[in-house]
């Protein structure tokens, strides 16, 4: 089966300025998250969708981050506006439901805030 | 609040030593154990995971791991590394009783000398 997909890879912006990533999960899986990896450290969650419903938001810094799961299929992370400490790989993996079936991970977008 | 330690941030090994890489996490409830691997230019992908039943779990590639309750442990173990097996790994927990969100540990970093 395809894995999980996300675009662009890689990313460079200046801080202030808006950004967007897309990823497309694995064909029928219900769950779908967002994480936010920084140099050094590990995976943290940003946003879990169960179809296109939030499940968990509660790390998500609702002020400059956005997010969203159109049709319970693919979906989009929007940082607006950007600070240096945004600079991080995110992570997007998909489950067929919920965190008891094992989670699936793209190759994550490398952003670089300047 | 979950936590996840795993104390060695990098380990170095030769080729056919032992390995054992500590995780501890802080819940005193059920939990739900995982230890991802990602090798380079690679995705994170899943190497064993921990519901219920047998503590001793085994995963791909010869690794094990075994949940030690009364010690908040889920330490990963392989008698004999190989090369292939340099790679970043992470431990995560999750809370049964939570909202099914995973809580990564900072990652081990593993170096096999030939």
């Known amino acids: 089966e395809a894995g999980v997909a996300q675009s662009p890879r890689y990313k460079i912006i200046e801080k202030r300025q808006s950004v967007a990533f897309w990823c497309n999960p694995i064909?029928?899986?219900?769950?779908l998250y967002w994480y936010q990896q920084i140099l050094g450290q590990g995976p943290k969650l940003l946003i879990q969708?169960?179809?296109?419903?939030?499940?968990?938001d509660s790390q998500l810094p609702k002020d400059r981050f956005s997010a969203e799961r159109l049709k319970g299929v693919d979906s989009t992370l929007k940082i607006q506006p950007a600070k240096l400490e945004d600079s991080a790989v995110y992570l997007c993996?998909?489950?067929?439901?919920?965190?008891?079936?094992?989670?699936?991970f793209g190759p994550g977008t490398r952003l670089t805030v300047l | 609040a979950q936590s996840v330690s795993q104390h060695n941030h990098h380990v170095i090994l030769s080729e056919a030593a032992s390995l054992e890489l500590g995780c501890n996490y802080s819940y005193g409830g059920t939990v739900n154990l995982f230890w991802y691997v990602q090798y380079p230019g690679q995705h994170l992908q899943l190497l064993l995971k921990y519901f219920s039943g047998d503590p001793l779990v085994k995963g791909i590639k010869g690794f094990e791991a075994e949940f030690i309750k009364s010690k908040f442990s889920f330490n990963l173990r392989k008698p004999s590394v190989q090369w292939s097996d340099t790679a970043e790994y992470f431990c995560a927990v999750n809370a049964y009783s939570s909202a099914s969100k995973i809580i990564f540990g900072s990652g081990t970093r593993l170096s096999i000398r030939p």
């Open positions: 993996a998909s489950s067929r439901r919920g965190v008891g079936n094992e989670q699936f």
């Open positions: 064909s029928g899986h219900a769950t």
């Open positions: 969708f169960q179809n296109n419903g939030v499940v968990d």
